[in-house]
Each structure stands twice: as structure tokens, then as C-alpha cells.
């Protein structure tokens, strides 16, 4: 089974410009999220969908969206970008369970860097 | 509210010693706790999960951490080092999917060196 891909693997642009962030889960995953890794700030949570619906949102401006499509996968946008905005972006995808046995699985990210 | 607090931020072992890496936790929900590894330039990879099931959690690798409630520690542990061990570690709390979400909360990570 394919794993978690993300897309592009990287990408250049400058300040004030916007990007898009893809991510495919694994198959039969209906739950992503995402994540911002920097060295300053660590790994910080964006955003949580489940069923194309936003489940939990991180502490971060509105600059920053997502969106999940009807086939789970899902994108998130970062608007009027800032220098600061220069991050690897993880996304995760799990298929939940109610006996906990919950676990994420990461792609290898999108290292974003803003000139 | 959840936090995750990894001591020490850089540990040296040499190889074939013992690796103990420190993660405490604090949640107000029972927590699933997680250790992590990640390799220069690529995502994360799960050694082990904790889920109520067993206080003691194997992992892959060699890998297994202890739930301690009472010390709300969850403590990664190898009997002996690699020099293929050499990353950096993240342990991170999650309420799951049903009681609150993936809103993982990561700790600042502790990068593993093996020295020869």
C-alpha cells in the first residue's frame, strides 16, 4: 500500500506571494492533518479534516487554509506569505478506530522556503 | 490541555550503550502517547504508540517505552545503541481521533548521537 505523498517536495517563492500544498493519505485514510515543522517553533498543528470537514484548528492566522476533497485528499494554502512562513510541511493521514489503536502516518513533507 | 516536554535536547551515546531518551507528559484526557523518529530531510516515522493496552510498549528497531502514570512519564529506551540510530526523536500526546482529535502535540525533540 502506497504511503502518504505530498506534493511538491519543494518549493521557492517570495514574500507576499500565495502557495498550495497537496497531499494524497493512504488509502481508505478519511483523516489528515497537518503540520508545520520549523527549527525556531518545532512541530506545531494546523489543521485536522475528516469527511472533507475542518475537525480542530491550530493556533495560526488566517493566512492559512485548508480544505479536504470528497477522495480525502486534501490541500492547504498559505496566503501573502512572510519570511517566517519557511517551514517543512507535514501531512499525516490515519484511519480511525474506536478501539484506539489510532495512528498517523507522515509523508515526507514540502519544504517551503520564502525568499 | 496537553503538553509535551522532552529533556535534554541533544544526547550522545556511544555505540552499544544504552539509550534512554525523557518524555513527560501532562493531559486531561487519558493520552495516547507516541514516540517518533526522524531522518535528515524526510518526514516522520512511529517507533511505538502507547494506548492503554500495555504499560510497557514495544517498537520497532529495538525501541520500547514504559507508560508511568504516576510520574506522567514516557520514557524511550534501546538496550543498545546503533550507529543507524543517530536522528532526531519527537514524542508527542494525542487526545485521538474520538476524544478530542489529532491536534498531536510534539515535544522539541532530542537528536540521538552514536559515536563509534
Known amino acids: 500500500k502506497a504511503g502518504v505523498t505530498q506534493t511538491p517536495r519543494y518549493l521557492i517563492k517570495t514574500r507576499g506571494q500565495q502557495v498550495t500544498l497537496s497531499c494524497s493519505p493512504i488509502s481508505g485514510h478519511r483523516s489528515v492533518s497537518w503540520y508545520q515543522q520549523t527549527p525556531g517553533q518545532g512541530l506545531q498543528f494546523l489543521f485536522e479534516?475528516?469527511?472533507?470537514?475542518?475537525?480542530n484548528k491550530g493556533n495560526f492566522p488566517g493566512r492559512f487554509s485548508g480544505r479536504q476533497f470528497s477522495n480525502s485528499r486534501s490541500e492547504m494554502n498559505v496566503s501573502t506569505l512572510e519570511l517566517g512562513d519557511s517551514a517543512l510541511y507535514l501531512c499525516?493521514?490515519?484511519?480511525?478506530?474506536?478501539?484506539?489503536?489510532?495512528?498517523?502516518?507522515f509523508g515526507p513533507g514540502t519544504r517551503l522556503t520564502v525568499l | 490541555a496537553q503538553s509535551v516536554t522532552q529533556l535534554g535536547s541533544h544526547v550522545s551515546v556511544s555505540e552499544g550503550a544504552l539509550v534512554l531518551l525523557r518524555c513527560n507528559y501532562s493531559s486531561s484526557v487519558p493520552p495516547y502517547l507516541f514516540w517518533y523518529v526522524q531522518y535528515p530531510n524526510q518526514g516522520l516515522q512511529l517507533l511505538l504508540k502507547?494506548?492503554?493496552?500495555?504499560?510497557l510498549v514495544k517498537g520497532i528497531n529495538g525501541f520500547e517505552a514504559e507508560f508511568k502514570k504516576s510520574e506522567t512519564s514516557f520514557h524511550l529506551t534501546k538496550p543498545s545503541a546503533h550507529m543507524s540510530d543517530a536522528a532526531e526523536y519527537f514524542c508527542a500526546v494525542s487526545a485521538g481521533f474520538y476524544t478530542g482529535g489529532f491536534k498531536t502535540i510534539f515535544g522539541a525533540g532530542t537528536r540521538l548521537f552514536v559515536k563509534a
Open positions: 499525516a493521514s490515519s484511519f480511525p478506530t474506536r478501539s484506539g489503536t489510532d495512528t498517523q502516518y
Open positions: 502507547y494506548t492503554s493496552a500495555a504499560t
Open positions: 479534516y475528516f469527511s472533507e470537514t475542518q475537525r
